[in-house]
Protein backbone atom coordinates (compact mmCIF):
# COMPACT_ATOMS: atom_id res chain seq x y z
CA UNK A 1 0.00 0.00 0.00
CA UNK A 2 1.52 3.45 -0.91
CA UNK A 3 0.79 7.23 0.08
CA UNK A 4 -0.20 8.97 -2.54
CA UNK A 5 0.97 12.64 -3.07
CA UNK A 6 -3.26 13.57 -2.86
CA UNK A 7 -3.20 11.97 1.37
CA UNK A 8 -5.18 8.75 -0.08
CA UNK A 9 -3.58 5.01 0.71
CA UNK A 10 -4.46 3.18 -2.27
CA UNK A 11 -3.74 -0.40 -3.05
CA UNK A 12 -3.68 -2.68 -6.15
CA UNK A 13 -5.83 -6.00 -5.98
CA UNK A 14 -4.21 -8.80 -6.96
CA UNK A 15 -6.30 -9.36 -9.75
CA UNK A 16 -4.77 -6.20 -11.33
CA UNK A 17 -1.40 -7.61 -11.56
CA UNK A 18 -2.21 -11.19 -12.61
CA UNK A 19 -4.48 -10.64 -15.26
CA UNK A 20 -1.89 -7.84 -16.79
CA UNK A 21 0.56 -10.65 -16.67
CA UNK A 22 -2.07 -12.85 -18.56
CA UNK A 23 -2.29 -9.78 -21.27
CA UNK A 24 1.29 -9.71 -21.67
CA UNK A 25 2.57 -13.20 -21.89
CA UNK A 26 -0.02 -15.79 -22.51
CA UNK A 27 -1.92 -13.37 -24.90
CA UNK A 28 -5.30 -14.40 -23.09
CA UNK A 29 -6.92 -10.65 -23.19
CA UNK A 30 -6.86 -8.10 -25.42
CA UNK A 31 -7.54 -5.04 -22.99
CA UNK A 32 -8.50 -4.55 -19.04
CA UNK A 33 -9.80 -1.75 -17.91
CA UNK A 34 -9.00 -0.82 -14.35
CA UNK A 35 -10.65 1.70 -11.62
CA UNK A 36 -10.16 2.75 -8.55
CA UNK A 37 -12.61 1.67 -5.88
CA UNK A 38 -12.95 4.32 -3.41
CA UNK A 39 -14.56 2.53 -0.88
CA UNK A 40 -12.05 -0.15 -0.45
CA UNK A 41 -9.47 2.12 -1.68
CA UNK A 42 -8.09 -0.18 -4.26
CA UNK A 43 -7.43 -0.41 -7.92
CA UNK A 44 -9.92 -3.55 -9.43
CA UNK A 45 -10.04 -4.84 -12.60
CA UNK A 46 -13.50 -3.82 -14.09
CA UNK A 47 -13.56 -5.58 -17.57
CA UNK A 48 -11.00 -7.57 -19.51
CA UNK A 49 -11.83 -8.03 -23.09
CA UNK A 50 -11.48 -11.30 -25.20
CA UNK A 51 -8.57 -11.30 -27.36
CA UNK A 52 -11.16 -11.53 -30.33
CA UNK A 53 -12.78 -7.59 -29.23
CA UNK A 54 -11.47 -5.04 -30.84
CA UNK A 55 -9.79 -1.32 -29.57
CA UNK A 56 -13.48 -0.13 -30.31
CA UNK A 57 -14.89 -2.20 -28.40
CA UNK A 58 -12.04 -0.90 -25.64
CA UNK A 59 -12.85 2.71 -26.32
CA UNK A 60 -16.87 2.16 -25.93
CA UNK A 61 -15.85 0.82 -22.41
CA UNK A 62 -14.72 3.69 -21.20
CA UNK A 63 -17.47 6.07 -19.53
CA UNK A 64 -18.35 9.57 -20.62
CA UNK A 65 -17.76 11.09 -17.26
CA UNK A 66 -15.33 9.17 -14.96
CA UNK A 67 -11.94 8.14 -14.75
CA UNK A 68 -10.04 4.77 -15.96
CA UNK A 69 -7.14 2.99 -16.34
CA UNK A 70 -6.80 1.29 -19.47
CA UNK A 71 -4.02 -1.36 -21.33
CA UNK A 72 -4.59 -2.07 -24.62
CA UNK A 73 -2.79 -4.87 -26.38
CA UNK A 74 -2.20 -3.55 -30.06
CA UNK A 75 -1.13 -5.95 -32.85
CA UNK A 76 -0.18 -4.86 -36.41
CA UNK A 77 1.64 -5.32 -38.58
CA UNK A 78 4.63 -3.53 -40.04
CA UNK A 79 6.07 -2.10 -43.59
CA UNK A 80 8.35 -5.16 -43.43
CA UNK A 81 5.23 -7.45 -43.00
CA UNK A 82 6.18 -8.55 -39.23
CA UNK A 83 3.49 -8.99 -36.98
CA UNK A 84 4.49 -6.80 -33.78
CA UNK A 85 2.67 -6.16 -30.75
CA UNK A 86 2.76 -3.24 -28.19
CA UNK A 87 1.00 -2.72 -24.63
CA UNK A 88 -0.19 0.86 -24.25
CA UNK A 89 -1.30 2.84 -20.69
CA UNK A 90 -4.41 4.51 -21.03
CA UNK A 91 -4.80 7.09 -18.59
CA UNK A 92 -8.80 8.17 -19.31
CA UNK A 93 -9.78 11.52 -17.49
CA UNK A 94 -12.85 13.20 -19.14
CA UNK A 95 -13.47 16.79 -18.60
CA UNK A 96 -16.88 16.21 -17.68
CA UNK A 97 -15.44 13.61 -14.75
CA UNK A 98 -15.73 14.39 -10.98
CA UNK A 99 -12.58 16.42 -9.68
CA UNK A 100 -11.94 14.01 -6.96
CA UNK A 101 -11.60 11.30 -8.96
CA UNK A 102 -9.41 13.50 -11.65
CA UNK A 103 -7.16 14.19 -8.54
CA UNK A 104 -6.86 10.64 -7.42
CA UNK A 105 -6.29 8.93 -10.46
CA UNK A 106 -3.70 11.70 -11.44
CA UNK A 107 -2.24 10.74 -8.36
CA UNK A 108 -1.61 7.26 -8.52
CA UNK A 109 -0.73 6.76 -12.21
CA UNK A 110 2.52 6.94 -12.37
CA UNK A 111 2.72 4.19 -9.13
CA UNK A 112 0.06 2.55 -11.03
CA UNK A 113 1.61 2.52 -14.37
CA UNK A 114 5.09 1.48 -12.42
CA UNK A 115 3.85 -2.17 -10.70
CA UNK A 116 2.97 -3.22 -14.81
CA UNK A 117 5.98 -4.26 -15.88
CA UNK A 118 5.96 -4.33 -19.72
CA UNK A 119 4.10 -1.41 -21.23
CA UNK A 120 5.35 0.17 -23.82
CA UNK A 121 3.76 3.53 -24.54
CA UNK A 122 1.92 5.62 -22.00
CA UNK A 123 -1.72 8.09 -23.35
CA UNK A 124 -3.64 10.71 -21.39
CA UNK A 125 -6.89 11.32 -22.58
CA UNK A 126 -9.64 13.63 -21.81
CA UNK A 127 -11.51 12.94 -24.85
CA UNK A 128 -11.58 9.99 -27.80
CA UNK A 129 -9.56 11.82 -30.23
CA UNK A 130 -6.67 12.32 -27.93
CA UNK A 131 -6.40 8.46 -27.67
CA UNK A 132 -7.99 7.12 -31.49
CA UNK A 133 -6.30 4.08 -33.08
CA UNK A 134 -4.20 6.15 -35.64
CA UNK A 135 -2.71 7.92 -32.82
CA UNK A 136 -1.94 4.60 -31.46
CA UNK A 137 -0.53 2.73 -34.27
CA UNK A 138 1.30 6.58 -35.01
CA UNK A 139 3.21 5.70 -32.03
CA UNK A 140 3.82 2.19 -32.10
CA UNK A 141 5.25 2.38 -35.58
Given at each position: ????????R???????K????????K?????????????S?Q???????????????????????????????????T??????????????????????????????????????????????????????????K????
Open positions: MAQLASGILDLSDECSKFMDLRRKNYRYIIYKIDEKQIVVEKAGATDESYDTFAACLPESDCRFGVFDLEFTDDMCQKSKIFFIAWSPDTSRIKAKMMYASSKDRFRRELDGIHYELQATDPTEMDLEILDRAS
